[in-house]
């Protein structure tokens, strides 16, 4: 098979081109991908350079038609909007950024009125982030656990506070999506650590504000059982974010079968995002290649 063959043989199986240096920067998507997975900036910067927008375009190109940015907020405004303005040409859905992640203080668990009057002034602000980058999401931590306190009570506390933080968020229609982060490997000491845990605070807030985001990685080390667990909390399950298991980098590097969970999510008919909220497992180029497969790969179902 000559080379023009072989290339012709590439585009049809909706693999990413390898016979380059690095894939091609196409006018059209050369794949079509059956969920949305949301890469970050920095994640192709190899291929793309240091450019936002450029590596929006090259995501785009790719066949990603979804986007998350933790650091949004951060970001000055004008470029938030440059961001904003490049997703909707390119028809990219932004994912989650981060209104609220205090990873040092007891926050949500705290009945103080300085503490929930910053909790509403941050809601306030992810309203307004939201609007320029036209967000539906924002992923919020509820904090650290205070082990001065029964954990019945800083529930409670939780519970109430998320209530508050809910009823700035509803007029707008954003939601914020609650994590569970696991306690044993990145992030020992918070207040949220299981999906059965979040399912039940969701359900006492009772806002359409106030939702769970199903982070695999860290559910795959805190308690496993993850299509079960999307199964039971389904209802209340708004985003999901990705990352294989030991390591924390792409699909097929682990030792969860990406591929089984994104048919089950699929067949759920789940339409939201997916965000890659993962490292590479190899540096430049080659990396992100390797990622690009493992996404062809665990998406072939």
């Known amino acids: ?98 209104a609220e992640g205090d990873f ?69 229609g954003l939601v914020m999506v609650i994590e569970s982060l696991n306690p044993w490997r990145d992030h020992p000491g918070l207040f949220l650590t299981k999906i059965p845990q979040a399912y039940q605070i969701c359900r006492a807030v009772g806002s359409p504000s106030c939702k769970i985001l199903f982070d695999m990685y860290h559910q795959q080390i805190t308690e496993g059982n993850i299509i079960p667990n999307i199964d039971r909390a389904w209802e209340e399950i708004a985003y999901f974010q990705i990352g294989d298991n030991p390591g924390r980098k792409e699909p097929t590097t682990g030792e969860m079968n990406y591929r089984n969970i994104f048919r089950h999510i699929h067949g759920k008919g789940y339409t939201g995002i997916l965000g890659m909220e993962h490292g590479l497992s190899k540096d430049g180029e080659e990396g992100e290649q390797a990622l690009l497969d493992a996404y062809v790969a665990s998406d072939s179902f």
């Open 1 to 98: 098979m000559d080379r023009r063959e072989a290339l012709k043989t590439t585009l049809a199986a909706g693999a990413v081109l390898t016979l380059g240096a690095r894939p091609r920067r196409a006018d059209a998507a050369v794949r079509s991908f059956q969920l949305k997975y949301a890469p970050h900036f920095g994640m192709f910067r190899h291929h793309a350079g240091e450019d936002l927008v450029d590596q929006l375009q090259f995501a785009a190109d790719q066949g990603f038609t979804a986007w998350e940015d933790n650091g949004m907020p951060g970001r000055a405004v004008e470029v938030q909007e440059r961001v904003a303005s490049a997703m909707s040409r390119l028809g990219m859905a932004m994912g989650v950024f981060v």
């Open 104 to 172: 040092e203080k007891v926050t949500f668990a705290s009945d103080t009125a300085g503490v929930r009057e910053a909790l509403k002034k941050k809601a306030a602000a992810a309203v307004e982030v939201a609007k320029r980058v036209n967000a539906r999401w924002c992923t919020v931590v509820p904090g650290r656990f205070d082990p001065g306190l029964e954990p019945a009570y800083q529930t409670a506390n939780v519970i109430d506070n998320l209530k508050r933080f809910a009823e700035v968020l509803e007029p707008s």
